[in-house]
């Protein structure tokens, strides 16, 4: 099985830490998030990746190589400018013949994987998708009314909570025949496509070991963390 890494965005919510940096080199502790991903990667039992790069490409690739050095196989599916989170897996076609993984290049992950995928495989999915259950106090209060305009409660500041999509998938090779060459394609486009031909797309529930770093404001905590974790070794 392979893994293919979406790695070549341009990090837009992150500037400037990402003006001379792709945003999967950014530093975490002593090595860069992408790092991080691989080593979560090759934990799982799979050594075969698929690097997505674009924006600052010869970062990544100088960096990695061909990945003998952290213990994996890598190889580079290049795109010459921003296609989307689809689009940009669309360009690792070729390197992928069975069953996949596919990851976003932006976010921490520290569950178990393998589950993942067997999870996928009992279910015969076409797609899995890892959710993360995603809760929020609004800012306002909500007010219900009837059809008459008459108020009926008053929910003062609510909680709302919900499943979110997390950036990690088990595919089936199919799913290429699903995005167009060349252009900029979300997931979201992606996921809606196949559920609309009655492909069958899963849920995979984590708990824990998800942490999103693609604004300004979680990298720098997710840094401060760790960066606090080295102080204690």
Not at 100 to 115: A, Q
Request: glycine share 8%; net charge positive; proline share 4%.
């Amino acid at each position: 099985m392979k893994a293919v890494i979406l790695a070549g965005g341009l990090g837009t919510r992150l500037q400037p830490y990402t003006t001379f940096l792709p945003k999967a080199m950014l530093p975490l502790g002593e090595k860069p998030l992408l790092e991080h991903l691989i080593e979560w990667i090759k934990k799982n039992n799979i050594d075969s990746i698929v690097l997505c790069v674009s924006y600052l490409r010869k970062t990544i690739e100088n960096y990695f190589e061909d990945g003998s050095r952290f213990g994996v196989k890598i190889e580079y599916a290049i795109a010459n400018r921003p296609l989307a989170t689809a689009g940009q897996l669309k360009t690792a076609e070729e390197f992928v013949e069975d069953t996949f993984v596919c990851i976003y290049g932006d976010s921490i992950f520290d569950f178990n994987l393998k589950n993942m995928i067997d999870y996928h495989r009992r279910k015969k999915s076409f797609v899995t998708m890892g959710l993360f259950q995603y809760k929020t106090k609004l800012q306002y209060g909500f007010i219900e009314v009837d059809k008459n305009k008459k108020i009926k409660t008053w929910r003062e500041k609510p909680e709302v909570k919900g499943n979110i999509n997390i950036g990690c998938y088990v595919l089936e090779p199919g799913v290429f025949k699903l995005i167009p060459p060349n252009k900029p394609f979300g997931m979201d486009e992606l996921i809606r496509i196949a559920i609309s031909r009655k492909n069958k797309v899963s849920g995979f529930l984590v708990k824990k070991g998800f942490i999103d770093i693609g604004d300004k404001t979680a990298y720098r905590r997710t840094y401060q963390h760790y960066t606090e974790r080295l102080g204690q070794i």
